[in-house]
């Protein structure tokens, strides 16, 4: 081996190096990766706009319904479960929910709940209590407040 063949050895590995790498100047790999990465890049922004278009930015709008069938008597009370639903796309906080029991005799039996968080689109319970039947009188169940 003479001290000329060095470098001639060396060009042709480069030459080599480069060949193998393609004419772009990048590995399959790279090409590989840089795919990849684009692809979850658009899907990213892709599925942000989907949700802010989709709606779920509503404002909360949260509805109360007694279930009537599910009444119960315990210890002479009588316990009304309530029905609480954020039909919104954004969460409600400190909903407070009043009922309202009207028998007839006396003043109407008036009584509350609070749920802290309702997120959109989600059902939550509570259970108000009165000494009267509700069955026996008129009751109204509604949302007094929330944030």
């Known amino acids: 081996m003479t001290p000329g063949d060095e470098p001639q050895r060396r ?5 080599g190096q480069q060949e193998s790498r393609g004419r ?3 590995s399959v790999a790279e090409w590989t990766t840089l795919a990849i990465g684009a692809f979850l890049i658009l899907a990213l922004v892709g599925l942000v706009t989907y949700l802010y278009v989709s709606g779920n930015n509503r404002p909360p709008v949260v509805e109360a319904m007694p279930l009537a069938r599910e009444i119960r008597r315990a210890e002479g009370v009588y316990y009304v479960p309530i029905e609480v639903t954020n039909r919104g796309g954004r969460t409600a906080e400190d909903v407070v929910i ?5 028998t007839g005799e006396g003043a109407p039996e008036v009584t509350e709940f609070t749920i802290d968080f309702l997120a959109g689109d989600e059902t939550a319970e509570g259970t108000v209590v009165f000494v009267s039947d509700p069955s026996a009188g008129a009751l109204t169940v509604g949302v007094a ?3």
Do not use: D, P, T, V
Not at 11 to 15: F, I, L, N, S, V
């Open 11 to 15: 060009h042709a590995q480069e030459a």
């Open 24 to 26: 772009s100047g990048r």
């Open 98 to 102: 009043q009922a309202e029991l009207s």
């Open 145 to 147: 407040s929330f944030r």
